[in-house]
DNA sequence: CGCTACATTTGGATCGTTCTATATCCGACG
DNA sequence: CGTCGGATATAGAACGATCCAAATGTAGCG
């Protein structure tokens, strides 16, 4: 007998086993939901059927009728950059214990494909949304695809355009301030005069954020800042080999860098050393973010820690929380980071 | 007036849209799927309508009712691993490609977690599971979970116990055996005799496979491998560093180490730095997925590229392949992997 | 005019659950 | 004996979409 003939069961449905235990659908329903009302034999002898018929809880189906929801939209840039990757790993592990589920969708820093991502998770109908939003992407769009109800977590980001006063969401934010100073006073401490600020774009929040904390700590410590010690870059590796010519030609060159992140700072190194220059001897520079890498790199990399798996448990708690009060306000939580100092960031060499 | 008080919007439905436009759900529902059968006038109204009142598609009552699904599970041990995260970016990009949402599941390793993540997971409809399965987890229990009829699709490890004949799953496999073998041929080819096994389980399939072509290679070149030469870790940074004393402790010491992954070559290369050798001068060493960090330290670790993201790729293809035939024969397919060449397998010191 | 052909629309049943209100049983109590 | 209360069990209508068979309108044709 081919195989192909074999009976395809149907799938197993409360009514099959009310059915086969001659009770009715409600009966197996409250069984299925631990209710004291029904009676304990009653309760075994369904238990009992369930196992046997293999039967698989239909959850669409009760959230359907509750008009509930078990599952979290997850959407980030790219799960090939490790910092997102620990953060989804957060995320998901709180969100997991929860029993909720988490949907996944990536958008590769582009606003067009995250418009399109975020419609393609919100037909599945999640309780919530945690968003580490593109760069680019404007308030209203998210919200055209989103709807007005939906509770919201942004993370590392803002949105572009005006927050509509209506529908507030919660946003979780690095001090990316606080960091890009740490860094700064770091180096000045080491003995720099000639500090440049590389990789990022100017029109992302973290990007705005760390150059203002850079830009505030030289500017107490009486330190000049040319405009083109400023040096944009993707905030990947790839891009910041490229950028990496227009920070290193310059006359005066710069002494050391504060980097973007850990990425753009491990591109600077290897265009360092492509052109002889040792980092950690003849040039200084730290990073954000704290990635693996970071510590395994030759020399290792000083950054700041942003404990990023910590993160992705937070903002999924910060989410949950709000997903009984949709209609509160808005609430912004700025996390701390922390300066690890590693062999990178050596004084100058002239000193 | 305080905003508790606004009013909260019911979810648009086809019947709001349908009431509005003075048409049936039915007809509706054909504007939205692009039915050729309702009128060009009535489709234009009926679609500024669902414009206008911000309409929101909801397929988990659609996928009720059609007996569909629109998503696949992903269960991994841990994101926080590169390989396992490129890998997740490939299949979420085919699956989102293909119209079909990721529900996220990850085990950390662990086969009871396992078991909890697919029950919750299969509770949602997935229309298949790409599973790449935790240490220790049995091919018995995973189907308990998941019923008999759900298309599945196992990466790098197969389940152990027996394999039902009546419900086959895919297998996509790298070729461990034959990467094994290819990195100690270079070895030896480098002037290597006194070569070592470094890290893995045992009882984990690619652990046994590379093992496998690790010796295969060293018995065709007619060299003795000493039982202390096979040194177990789990396959991770941290217990590499660990397990490198039973390595390293040895007399004679080995001059080459083929190590069971590039995490475990790094805790290795980390641990000979400590004792004072340098890895790729005094020591070689192997390591196996070419994750981004190989290329970075160094020594820049020679290893095997697996390129998981497009691994990832192909194991959301073969798995949407798969859903419409569900009762055909499971296939177990093999990719190559390809021996990069860096500086950490250098000759033996003394030749 | 009656008939068929075609284009368009639609009511009601249905998917697998949960909810609400009601039914049934049984012993106790006045 | 009537009826009240607690403990169980259940019928039927939801939830938001899709499918099916049938209805409607409109035009062409002999």
Known sequence: MPSSHAPVRRKVTLIDIAAACDVSRATVSLVLRNSPLVNRHTRERVQAE?????????????????????????????????????????????VGTAGFVTLLGSTGE???RQQAVLSSLVEHGPGGVILSPAEGSEAGRVMDALGPQMPMLMFNRELEGETPASAPWDILMLDNVRGAELATEHLIAQGHRRIAFFGGHTRSTPGQQRR???????KRAKLKVPGSYLVESAPNRLDAVRASAALLDQDPVPTAAVCYNDAVALGLMLELGRRGLRPGRDFALTGFDNIDEAALVSPALTTLATAPRERGRQAARLLLARL???????????????????????PPPAA
Chains 1, 2 share one sequence.
């Open 50 to 94: 369930l196992q046997r018929q293999g039967y698989i809880y239909n959850r669409a189906a009760a959230n359907l009728r509750r008009r509930t929801s078990s599952s979290i939209a997850l959407v980030v840039n790219d799960l090939g950059n490790p910092f997102f990757a620990e953060f989804a790993a957060g995320v998901d592990e709180v």
């Open 324 to 346: 009984g009060h949709p209609q509160e306000h808005g609430q912004c939580t700025t996390v701390p980071v922390e300066l690890v100092i590693r062999e990178s960031s050596c």
């Open 212 to 218: 203002a904390g850079f830009l505030a700590a030289m």
């Open 110 to 112: 582009s606003a067009e």
